[in-house]
Structure formats: C-alpha cells, structure tokens
C-alpha cells in the first residue's frame, strides 16, 4: 500500500512534466522544426558520404573531401530532377486541363442524377460558388505567407545543416564529457552508436521498400494510362515514410484523378484496386521480413507517435515521428527511471543495445 501511495505522485509529476514538455515543443516549433530539420538533413548527407565512400570500386580510393562532394552532388541532382519534373507537370495539367473540365462536369451531371436533383448546376457555378463562399483575399495572403515562410525556413534549415556538420566531431566529445566516469561515457558513446545504427538502418530498409512500392506503382499507372505517373511515385515513395496513413492518401491523389481524366468508373476501379494490392502486398509481407527487430516498437506506439507529433508539428512531424520515438526509446533504456517507459514503447519489452541482447 506504501508504494502505491509513493507512486502516485511520481505519476502525476510524471504527467505534468510530460504536459510541459509538449507544450514546449509545440510553442517552440518555428524554432524547433527547422533546428531538428537541419539535424536530419545532416544525418542523411552524412549517410549518403558513406555510401559513397563505401561503393564497391571507387570507395575505397575516395578521399574524404571527395566523397563529401560526390554526396552533395547527388543531392542537387536529385533535388534538381525533382525540380524538373513538376515544372513539366504543370505544364502539362494546363494542356490536359480542358479534358479535365469536361470531365468533371460529367460527374457533375452523374452526381447529380443519382441525388435526383432538378436543377443541374454546370461547372462554371460550382466554380463560381466555392470562390464566392471563400475570401480570396485571406487565401491569397496566407498562401502568400506560406511561401515566404517556407523559403525562410529552408534557409535556416541548410543554415542548421551546416553548423551540424561543422560541429559533428565536436559535438560528440561533448556528449560523452557530459559523464562523470569512464564507464558512463562509454555507455553514452554505445547509446550515440545505437541510435545512429537503428536510424541509419530504418532510412535505408525504408527508402529501399519505398522505391518498390514506387516502382510497383508507377508502372500500374503507366499500365492503365494515368497522367503523371511519374510525379505520383515520387509522391508515393515520399508519403510512404509516414506510418500507415502516408501511402493512403499518397495513393488516393492518382485513384482520384483517374476519375477526372477517363471519366468512367473502369479505370477508377483497376486504379484503385492494383494500387491498393501494392500497398498492402509490400506493407503485409515485404516490409515485415525486411525490417525485422530493426524499430522494435510497438504498432500502437507507432499510431500514437504518428498522432502526437503530427499535432505537435503538423507534416513534418508525421515524417519524423518514427526515428524521434526510436531515440527516445533508446534514451529511456539508459536510466533506470524511465526504463518502463521504453519497455512499453517496445514491441517485445526487449530494449537492451543489440550488441547484449546477443
């Protein structure tokens, strides 16, 4: 009875502390998000280094400096690409765009026979309507702040990328100075070691199920004729890197799409149907094997973590919210304290480093 009683204001302290902090880290999100951004935005460039320094003929005479502009250069052209291809897109959404009315005007005209209205509005009034119920002012304003906001940002994220790679030596020294004794910073070198392990090894079973998953995908739209498909696999790779709702709408966007463009259902229902089929073939029985204990959390930590840090971050944190709950994790098993809490966060309650679980 005594330790029940001690336990619950631990509890409560625990529960406001925990209040605190996502308070915190909402308040603080413009100064946050870039920040963790650039964090991991570094972690990535520093991957790819070694990727680079590590391929099979040129690696291992690569020097350093070498390596690091080679992985630069990837990521410009890459960056580039993706450039390229929605400019062409636009270009092409305005010359399929005609088509695209007239479409939709017939599934107005569907829409509207199976609702038994007598009055079929064309497509010009709803058009006319949804701009007169909203203020074009407002939108364009905050579509305007949004922008100036995003380029904003993306400077101070390479600004942040910068000084974490300048500063990734130094920072590590720091870290395990941080421990009183030998045996302590050796524990938080292992914990450093962990992270970047775990994290290094999701990005790259992720990136690699992801590139499937978008292949897979583009070549059932290009089987069944749907505009852009190219633009939608890159899209479908991106949202596949958050849990379980990120493919969803990523492969809702061309399902939608083909009802505008084919305007029948036929096509709706392959696209549907062979999109759909990928998702849950990779997602069933792909990814599992390939990912194996490599996250170790639980399927209904990774909902509440996707929930919890998209309200906290919006997009951003529904991306990070996996290695983010990883590291926590990994934080928590370090100290006796908090070490219940990363069992629950765990999937088999097993949250020793890899190294003595073996």
Known sequence: MTS???????????????????????????????LVLGVFLAYIFMTITDWVRNAPVIGRF???????????????????????????????VERQMPLYR??????????????????????????????????????????????????????VIFIYTAFVLMERNATMVKLER??????????????????????????????????IVGV?????????????????AVLIFVFNFIPYVGSFVAVMLPVAL??????????FLMALIG???????????????????SLNLSPVVILLSLATWSALWG??????CVPITVIMMIIFAEFEVTRPLAILLSQDGRVEPESAVK
Do not use: C
């Not at 204001?9 to 925990?18: E, I, N, S, T, Y």
């Open 62 to 92: 690569m020097p350093g400096w070498l390596a690091h502009i080679g992985a630069l250069a990837l990521i410009v052209a890459l960056v580039w690409g993706l450039v390229l291809m929605v400019t062409s897109n636009i270009a092409q």
């Open 102 to 155: 007239e479409n939709l005007q017939i599934w107005v005209e569907r829409i509207s026979g199976w609702l038994n209205l007598e009055d079929v509005p064309t497509l010009p009034e709803v058009f006319s309507r949804a701009v007169a119920a909203v203020d074009l002012g407002k939108v364009a304003g905050s579509t305007v702040g949004v922008v100036a906001a995003l380029i904003g940002n993306l400077l």
């Open 178 to 211: 941080l421990a009183d004794t030998p045996d302590g910073a050796r524990r938080i070198a292992a914990a450093i070691s962990e992270i970047s392990e775990r994290i290094g090894r999701f990005l790259t079973l992720k990136a690699f199920v992801s590139a």
């Open 4 to 34: 029940a009683t001690d336990a619950l204001p631990r509890l409560a302290a625990g529960a406001v502390l925990a209040i605190a902090i996502g308070y915190m880290l909402h308040i603080g999100r413009p100064i946050l998000v870039p």
């Open 258 to 267: 083909s009802l505008v463009q084919f305007g029948t259902l036929g096509p």
């Open 275 to 293: 999109l759909t089929s990928v998702q849950v073939a990779v997602g069933n029985l792909l990814e599992p094997s390939l990912m194996g204990r």
């Open 216 to 232: 897979a995908s583009w070549a059932v739209m290009r089987l069944i004729g749907i505009d852009y498909a190219e633009f939608w």
């Open 315 to 320: 997009l951003v944190g529904a991306f990070l």
